[in-house]
């Protein structure tokens, strides 16, 4: 294996609601901390991506990768505002990588600050027609629920996975959630399949519990060459794989509901890394809804196709499991920040690698895969990150 | 009248949405490969030939998947809640959303036969829809 490109810094917001802060002071919020926690300076950061800004709102500024490049005093040589909704940081991660193996500049900044409007608010209506086909989707009352819940009742259709097992998703996850000091859902304690079940009805077949918390944060990864990893972290997380794939915009067109474009971006990843399934160590894999992980584990290879509900059973899953998965307590437990959720298991994977994980670090971390996607199950993108070198 | 939403009608589906006025629902074929689609296009998106056939659809089709929704997106939905938001399979082979009207939300499931109806909306629109066979 090969490495690409080397995560050696990582930050993140704490989920929370910062209504005082408006889009551009979420992205100071996040580099503040990034800073404070890291010795970075300007001519450590040669790149820099961002999302745009606003996204869950309706102003939205596509050029907030010039204004905090200013806001840092940088002139970068490689720079963009990227947008992929869930799948966009491990784009940046990809793009950040592409650039640095083409000698266009030794280290990029991705970031991300987000936020996540509250069904039923306001710009609901607006979102409901963004995320679906506004003229053969949206008359309908599409949102995002019903529309990842087409998914998880094919699967149980054609797989016979239980509502019990997707909450087992959802308290395998909140367990990790238990270690993590920042997760938004830890203070109300353990889950249990009984909890989830009988939580309010949303869209069926998810339950409250089965969805993610929708908050607001951010985070910052720097990546640099390979080469000059070890000079920002003893022990740096490299990337050595990854895959990418577009399969959609309109769920309607989705030519599987039950394998996704990750069952391709993941085979992509292992023939770049030259590993498999069986080399990884753990998963973090982005869960909107509790099917999702479950879809991601098979189309992954972690497991054959048809078993993932099985995969989660018994807590195989959780703290003290034979594979841990989402071991920060995913976006279900953790918060899901929006339009920078996509990052979040990314930090969460760098952190296992580099030893950084605190109460959650797992005892053997060498390699592990991270699953993103964005839109409605619509943009792939797998990683395989390893501190093996 | 409710407030639910209205399609906004592109240039490419003007026929669709003409057609559904008069109580019939359109389909699309290549007329390279001779493969039906949906959502109408200006081009065959199998092999990109001009001015695909409209052709009227048999109205059949199944239930491929669907969810019951118990909290309303928003404010236009409310009075619907529980409502079924499926996407059906046509007799022809495309695919489309629709809501499963007519029946108790419990009872639709995969594979359920459905036939062509229609709703109304505001300005007396009319949208497919479908309902047990």
């Not at chain 1, 003229?135 to 016979?160: D, K, N, Q």
């Not at chain 2, 019939?24 to 949906?38: D, H, N, P, S, W």
Request: hydrophobic share 40%.
């Amino acid at each position: 294996m090969k490495p690409l490109a080397a995560i050696v810094a990582v930050s993140e917001m704490k989920p929370g609601r910062y209504p005082q802060y408006d889009g551009m002071e979420m992205y100071r919020q996040v580099l503040g901390q990034f800073l404070r926690e890291w010795q970075i300076r300007p001519q450590d950061i040669q790149g820099l991506l961002s999302a745009p800004v606003g996204m869950a709102a309706t102003q939205v500024d596509v050029f907030a990768h010039e204004k905090l490049a200013e806001e840092l005093g940088l002139q970068p040589v490689f720079s963009e505002a990227i947008n992929a909704g869930g799948g966009t940081y491990a784009l940046m991660l990809i793009r950040a990588a592409l650039a640095i193996g083409q000698g266009l500049c030794d280290s990029v900044l991705c970031l991300g600050a987000g936020r996540f409007p509250n069904v039923g608010s306001g710009i609901s209506e607006l979102m409901s027609k963004l995320i679906s086909h506004p003229e053969f989707e949206y008359p309908y009352g599409t949102y995002i629920p019903p529309i990842f819940a087409l998914a998880a009742v094919r699967h149980m259709h054609e797989f016979g996975t239980t509502r019990e097992q997707l909450a087992e998703v959802a308290v395998s996850q909140r367990a990790w959630a238990l270690k993590h000091p920042d997760a938004l859902m830890a203070p109300q304690g353990p889950l249990s399949i009984d909890k989830v079940l009988s939580s309010r009805p949303i869209a069926y077949p998810f339950n409250l519990y089965d969805c993610s918390v929708p908050s607001e944060g951010g985070s910052a990864v720097l990546v640099v060459a390979p080469q000059l990893a070890r000079r920002y972290h003893p022990k740096p997380c490299y990337l050595i794989g990854f895959g990418e794939k577009h399969t959609h915009a309109s769920i309607s067109q989705a030519s599987s509901l039950t394998t996704l474009g990750s069952q391709d971006t993941a085979g992509r990843a292992y023939r770049m890394a030259g590993l498999g399934p069986q080399d990884m160590d753990f998963a973090q894999l982005y869960d909107s809804f509790s099917i999702n992980p479950i879809i991601y584990a098979e189309d992954l290879g972690l497991c054959r196709k048809g078993q993932g509900g099985r995969f989660f059973a018994g807590g195989r899953t959780a703290p003290g499991g034979d594979f841990p998965v989402n071991t920060y307590g995913g976006l279900m437990s953790f918060g899901h920040v929006g339009d920078a959720s996509g990052q979040t298991m990314i930090v969460e994977a760098a952190r296992q690698l580099m030893g950084m994980a605190g109460e959650r670090q797992l005892p053997q971390a060498r390699t592990g895969i991270v699953h993103c996607y964005g839109g409605m199950m619509s943009e792939h993108a797998t990683l395989i990150l390893s501190n093996q070198s | 009248m409710n407030g639910k939403p209205v399609p906004e009608i592109s240039p490419d589906s003007r026929p669709y949405w003409e057609a559904a006025q008069r109580g019939e629902l359109l389909i699309q074929r290549c007329r390279g490969t001779g493969k039906a689609f949906l959502y109408p296009r200006r081009w065959s998106p199998f092999d990109y030939s001009a001015d695909p056939v409209w052709e009227k659809a048999s109205g059949r089709g199944t239930v491929y998947s669907y969810s019951i929704v118990y909290q309303p997106p928003y404010a236009a939905f409310k009075d619907d809640c529980p409502y079924v938001l499926a996407i059906v399979e046509l007799q022809e082979g495309p695919r489309m959303m629709a809501n499963i009207l007519h029946c108790t939300p419990e009872s639709v499931h995969i594979g359920m036969a459905v036939k062509l109806c229609f709703e109304t909306r505001a300005g007396g629109f009319r949208i497919p829809q479908f309902e047990p066979a």
